[in-house]
Every structure is written in C-alpha cells, then in structure tokens.
C-alpha cells in the first residue's frame, strides 16, 4: 500500500510540475506576442517562408474576399483549408491590442498541444520499451530508464526550444503542421488508425514532404512503438530451453506464435489506416474542391501548392541550400538538379526503413530531420520538430559523441544567420555568400546531427545484443 501511495504521489508531483514548466512557456509566449513590432520575426526568412507566411497568407485571404483566385500572381501557396481557418483571424482587430492576436493564440494552443501529445506518446515508448527490456532479462537498463519520463523530456524540450518559440511568435503556420504530424504519430503509437491516417493526411496536405511518413507509421501500427532487435527476442527465447533446445526453425516458429512478441506483424491496423486514408483524402479534396470552385479548382490548387514546392519557383532567400543553387544554375540544367535534389530524399528512404525497422519512432525522426535539411523552403519551426522528438530517445542517445559540438553549432549558426542577412540587405557591407554560408554551416550540422544519433541507436542496440548473451 506504502509503495502505490508513493507511486501515486510521484505522478502527481510530475504532473503538477510539468504543468508549471507549460504554463511558464505559455506565458513567455504571450509577453513575446505584445512586441512584434519590435521583434519583427514574422518578417524574418528563417521563421517564415513564402508557404508559411502568415502575410502571403492574408494577401491571400483578401484575395477569395475580393472574388478572385487566392493563388492569383505570386503570394499564397498554401492550403485552401488553412486559408478557410486563419484567413477570418488576420483581418479581425482588436482595439489597443498587436494585430493577429487570435492567430497568435491558435499558434500557442497548437504548441501545447503538441507538447502534451508528445509527452503521451513519450510515455507510450518508455513503458513499451522498458516492458520489452524486462523480458529479455535486461532489469538493470529497465530500471534506468524510469527515472525520468523522456515523454516529459521531449514535450518540455519542444515548448522551450527558441525555434519553438520563435515560429509561434513569428505568426508561422509551422505550429500547424508539427501539430498534424505528431498527432499521426500519437495515434500510431496508441494503435488508432483513424487518428493516425488524419494527422498524416493532413499534414502531406500542408506540406508534402511528411508523405514519406507513411512508412514508419505503417511500421509502428503492424509491430508497435520502438523495441530492441528483433533477434534478441528469438535468441532469448531459444536460450530458455535448457536441456532440451529447441532447433533453429523450431524456435521461429515459436517466436512467430507468440502474441507480444514484436516480431509480430499485425495487419488489421495497417489496413484499416489504409482505408481511412483514402477517406480522409476523399474528405479533404472535397472541402478543398468546395473552396477554390470558384477560383479555378483543385487543378490550380495542386499547380500553386506542391507543383510550387516541387520547381522551387521562388528563390527568396532562406535557411535552406536550395535558393541560392537554383539562382546560379543555368536554366537548362534546372529540371535535372531538381529531379537530383527532390530523389535524393526518396533515395534514402527504404535503406533507412530496413535498417531501423525495429525503431519505427526514431525512424520518423530521422525521416523528418532529413526532409527538414532539404526541402524547397525551410524554417526554423522544422527544426523545432525533430528536435523535440529527439528527446524521445534521450537514453538511448546518452552516448551520442559531439553533443556539445552540435549545440554550440546549432546556437552559433541562429546568432550569426540574422547578422550575415543584416550585412546583406540593409547594412550593405556583405553579399548572399554571407548569408548562404550559415544555411550551409546549418546543414553540416544537421547532417551530424542525423549520422551521430543513428550511430548511437545502433551502438545502443549492439549493447543490448552483448548483454542478453552474457545473459543467456
């Protein structure tokens, strides 16, 4: 009675803590919101891109107010939905308040409540993973593990982190779209197909590039959130037999029977998120079919929102590394260096997918922070995302090398970025190499970053291969 008393009070004291730390956040926030003129961040080409504009977006809705096109001329690139929702809330004022205040706070409650869905899924992992550890005899690591939620660790990390905060304050509709994706991860992991197949139907709507998701959900939702190697299982349970071995194939078979085993594959879930994919989508071309009927249909739609992401039409500057090679590159070679760059995604992919098929989580992770690096226009709210997943595996990744390295980078390159963009345009002593330079050193750096953490998932998972065999 003693020990559940205290269970019950550590949890509350958790929870009562945790919510310290999101209200604090939320507050913070809110102060920013009241000096955007002198911050200026939505202005910034790090916080927002010509598809998270939150300007484009209100060019956009006066547009459709106007009966015409909202993707008439160069301005709005977005989703009509997204149109639909924000659009009402940048034309409302409110007397002696900042203007877009109530966009201001639809992007606070999306950060909170993508915090709170990744402390749930967090916690979902670790009870998952630490309940695997335990049956293939590994109590030691199962018992460290518990000490601190890395669902806590991640939520708080998302809501602290300053490209968090500055893509919400900065009126990014990035908010938006880590809300769709981590809301297809959550009911991934809590097997919910629906819920699943609407957060990535929607987030592939907003953005595209999370359409490669689809894979690791699939994973997760036939074999459950992130496990040791599969092998282990199967080596474990043929250790068990003592004076009787089982032979190889006889072991197999066994394994394969078993209902918890991660080696399972269970196919219901997959296709029930199949089908309720082509649902949602059938559901959200009819609403996009339903807004821009009038404006020239969903043939325009899909020209002004990923054909715009696919040709990288414009060439503004950004944190990324494809505006300033598409702005120097002869014109006839452009087709072919898009086709290079846009493959160059899908080409890493399934070598990942069969690597890491046991760690469908931190495949996501892996998936976003390399779509993040090189897709048509990136932001600072991309980062915040992969970011905050990372602390999904924050005891996995304890021995991660140039950890310090990476942070002092990853600070380094958001000080130097708006200094370089200063000389560039306004102060007039520097040129876009300036500028261009911190999005390569941003890349170098994300790019370790993805290796580094790869390395230690696997070098964690060869620990966990030593350690069942002096086991067994």
């Known amino acids: 009675m003693e020990t559940k008393v205290e269970e019950k009070r550590n949890k509350i004291y958790k929870m009562s ?6 209200i604090g956040s939320v507050i913070f926030r809110l102060i920013l919101i009241y000096f955007p003129k002198n911050l200026n961040l939505s202005s910034r080409p790090e916080v927002s891109t010509p598809l998270t504009s939150i300007r484009r977006l209100a060019e956009g809705y006066w547009l459709k107010q106007s009966s015409m096109s909202p993707y008439a001329g160069s301005m709005y690139h977005g989703s009509p939905l997204l149109l639909s929702l924000l659009g009402p809330l940048t034309v409302k004022r409110i007397e002696g308040q ?15 409540m993508s915090a709170m869905l990744l402390r749930a899924t967090g916690q979902n992992l670790q009870a998952a993973y ?35 905060i500055v893509a919400c304050v900065g009126l990014s509709t990035s908010p938006i779209e880590n809300l769709a994706i981590i809301l297809s991860l959550y009911g991934a992991c809590t097997r919910l197909p629906p819920l699943a197949a609407f957060g990535w139907v929607m987030a592939t ?36 037999g003592g004076d009787n071995p089982l032979s190889s194939t006889s072991c197999q078979l066994e394994e394969l ?4 085993s991660p080696m399972t594959f269970s196919g219901k879930p997959v296709i029930h998120f199949l089908l309720w994919i082509s649902v949602w989508s059938v559901y959200v071309l009819i ?19 990923y054909g715009f992401i ?3 039409e414009d060439l503004s500057p950004n944190m990324g590394v494809l505006w300033y090679f598409f702005a120097e590159v002869f014109e006839f070679f452009r087709d072919f260096f898009l086709i290079v760059f846009h493959v160059n995604i899908l080409f890493m992919v399934f070598p990942l997918a069969i690597r890491l098929n046991h760690r469908p989580c931190f495949l996501a992770f892996v998936y976003i922070a390399i779509s993040s690096m090189l897709k048509s226009y990136p932001s600072v709210g991309d980062s915040a995302l992969y970011l905050g997943l990372l602390g999904w595996f924050v005891f996995e990744l304890a021995d991660m ?72």
């Open 287 to 305: 609403l996009c079919r339903i807004s821009v009927q009038q404006n020239g249909g969903l043939l325009e739609m899909f020209k002004s929102t």
């Open 130 to 164: 630490t309940q695997r550890l335990k049956s293939l005899e590994l109590h030691e690591l199962s018992e460290t593990s518990e000490i601190i939620s890395s669902g806590d660790i991640a939520a708080l990390v998302y809501l602290w982190n300053p490209f968090t």
């Open 310 to 312: 696919l040709t990288v």
């Open 98 to 112: 900042p203007d877009h205040l109530l966009c201001s706070l639809l992007f606070v409650l999306a950060d909170v």
């Open 205 to 240: 709507h907003l953005s595209l590039y999370p359409a490669i998701l689809i894979i690791p959900l699939i994973i997760l939702l036939g074999y459950g959130p992130d496990a040791p190697p599969r092998k282990l299982f199967l080596q474990s349970r043929c250790s068990k």
């Open 257 to 260: 029977n078993q209902s918890k």
């Open 401 to 472: 090398q140039f950890s310090f390295f990476l942070f002092c980078g990853y600070v380094g390159v958001s000080l130097l970025s708006p200094v370089m963009h200063n000389l560039w345009i306004w102060r007039g002593t520097g040129n876009a190499n300036f500028y261009y330079a911190t999005g390569m050193a941003f890349a170098c750096f994300q790019i370790i970053l993805v290796v580094e953490s790869v390395n230690a998932i696997l070098k964690h998972d060869r620990t966990l291969r030593k350690l069942s065999i002096t086991k067994s």
């Open 17 to 22: 803590s945790f919510l310290v730390w999101v």
